[in-house]
């Protein structure tokens, strides 16, 4: 298995502008989390979904972010308009069915908001 | 919170020589999780104690758990400069996903 994929790896981009990131899980993982990774705060736990449906979007932290999970092997993270201060790591995971497996990260996408 | 701590936030050692990393958390946990990230890469899963469990080992790695203080520890002996990277331990509680701490960082010096 090629393990957790994210695209892009890098992404620079201007404020205001919008952007999309976006996920492959490991085949037949259940769970699917969206984190984010700042020197700051450390790491965000922003969305998860179990079996494609969002459970909880409470770290999502403001309405300018949505995540969608259209099929078992794809998801989204869109932030629109992107701001300086969304400047971060983002990284996704997949688990298997239960909330305190093993996740398994993806190598994350490094944003950069100008 | 739930969220694991862990403690001391930074460590450098030289190659050869223990490591040891503390958790300590706040409520009642199912099982606690470490992982590693190495620099620019996701998190990966180094091992799982489940909350019944006192200690358990994986190669070089030594995990223990004390639930009355709710705490826990990872000890990586015969430490290598590979060994150098972000350490995390993640809580699990309930019908919640994994609470991560704010990471050990782990300086090996050759």
């Known amino acids: 298995d090629a393990g957790v994929i994210q695209s892009p790896r890098h992404e620079v981009t201007e404020m205001g502008q919008e952007v999309t990131l976006r996920c492959k899980p490991i085949s037949g993982h259940n769970s699917l989390f969206w984190y984010r990774q700042t020197m700051m705060r450390g790491l965000e736990l922003l969305i998860y979904?179990?079996?494609?449906?969002?459970?909880?979007d409470s770290g999502m932290p403001e309405d300018r972010f949505s995540a969608k999970m259209p099929n078992a092997s794809f998801s989204t993270l869109k932030i629109q308009p992107s701001e300086p201060r969304d400047s971060a790591v983002y990284f996704c995971?997949?688990?298997?069915?239960?909330?305190?497996?093993?996740?398994?990260f993806g190598p994350g996408t490094r944003l950069t908001v100008l | 919170s739930q969220q694991g701590e862990e403690d001391p936030q930074a460590l450098s050692i030289q190659e050869g020589e223990n490591a040891t990393m503390n958790c300590s958390y706040k409520t009642s946990i199912n099982n606690l999780q470490w992982y590693r990230q190495n620099s620019g890469r996701g998190l990966v899963h180094l091992i799982l104690?489940?909350?019944?469990?006192r200690e358990k080992h994986s190669g070089r790695l030594r995990v223990t758990l004390d639930t009355s203080k709710k705490s826990s520890s990872l000890l990586i002996t015969a430490s290598r400069a590979a060994d150098t990277a972000s350490y995390f331990c993640a809580t699990s509680a309930g019908n919640t996903p994994l609470v991560f701490g704010k990471g050990t960082r782990l300086s090996v010096i050759a």
């Open positions: 979904f179990n079996n494609n449906v969002p459970i909880d």
């Open positions: 104690i489940r909350s019944n469990e």
């Open positions: 995971a997949s688990g298997g069915y239960g909330w305190g497996n093993e996740q398994f």
